[in-house]
């Protein structure tokens, strides 16, 4: 269930930073100069293929196919925008950019209205059953998100000398600790 909960974390901050590289995006370009990779379309695309990713887990949610297809519409329409910023490009779907930004925004707000609808439910559940396990009010950490497929993370030496520990001073002298 943590797995989740970091993806979805993941992705609502991913799309605030998406939101704030917008306005950079809808520059006109002219189509001879080589223009370096446009942010927000790095960001989304990332997102998107992130999404697809997690989808071959094998404990994928149902609840991915629906923000797969959000997010598919908010790339369509990025570039389409971004079609429309380029000199020459084809003849635009909206009236402006301003239209294409408005349209992104929206998808974005819907986008991060779904994933709050199913995270919260879950943070509540993590929260009340932490809380019913210890007996007071408990707090917890939401880590960051790692592909379900990654390889672990490495030990640190200092880890692994607490799972030694023995209640030893010999342990406390190896980790340079005074007693």
Known sequence: MTAIVNLLFHLSSSLDKFADALPDAFQIRDPKLLHAPIKAIVIIETLH????HELKSPTCDEFL???????GNILLTLKDGLAYCIMGGPEPI?????EYQQNIR???????????????????????????????PMCFAIGAYRPWDAAPEPESEFMRMLR??????????????PY
């Open 49 to 52: 293929n992130t999404l697809h």
């Open 65 to 71: 196919h629906l923000l797969t297809t959000d997010f």
């Open 94 to 98: 909206y009236i402006s950019l301003e």
């Open 106 to 136: 929206i998808l974005v707000n819907k986008a991060k209205e779904t994933i709050k609808t199913h995270l919260d439910p879950i943070l509540k559940k993590m929260h009340e059953d932490a809380e019913k396990e210890h007996g007071e």
């Open 164 to 177: 030694g520990y023995d209640g030893s001073y010999t342990w406390l002298k190896a980790c340079n600790i």
